[in-house]
């Protein structure tokens, strides 16, 4: 490939993996909106749904979102009753977010997303944990 090659949109991996991402998450929406969240929102939750009670700071991480960008999301989760906030008595520099019960019970209503998301993308005949596998690869590279 030559030097000008390289610069084409057309041949950047963070394009197609910005585009592809773009399109899966439009798909998420009109399943989440009955659920009142965003896809932000969603992927807290499962980190939620896993953990039930986490630092804000390993939230953070997990999520690979800064505090400022992870802030308002656990906000907006608060005031829908999905989750609390509190600080550590110990040391309250620490802050923990917790599931409710309200956010307990939201996991059962949601379950089926992550298969109706699968059967718009691709269907039945398509694996992509291989695809999955190679960008879990990419991304641990990059941290």
Known sequence: MDKYEAIKLDNQLCFSLYALSREVIKRYKPLLDKHGLTYTQYVAMLV??????????????????????????VKKLESMDLVIKYRNKEDDRVVTVELTEKGISMKEEILDVPEQIYNLCCGKEVDLSCVKTQIDKLLNMLD
């Not at 804000?56 to 308002?72: A, V």
């Open 48 to 73: 939620m749904w896993e953990e039930e009670k986490i630092g804000f700071k390993e939230l953070g991480k997990r999520l690979h979102l800064d505090s400022g960008t992870l802030t308002p999301v």
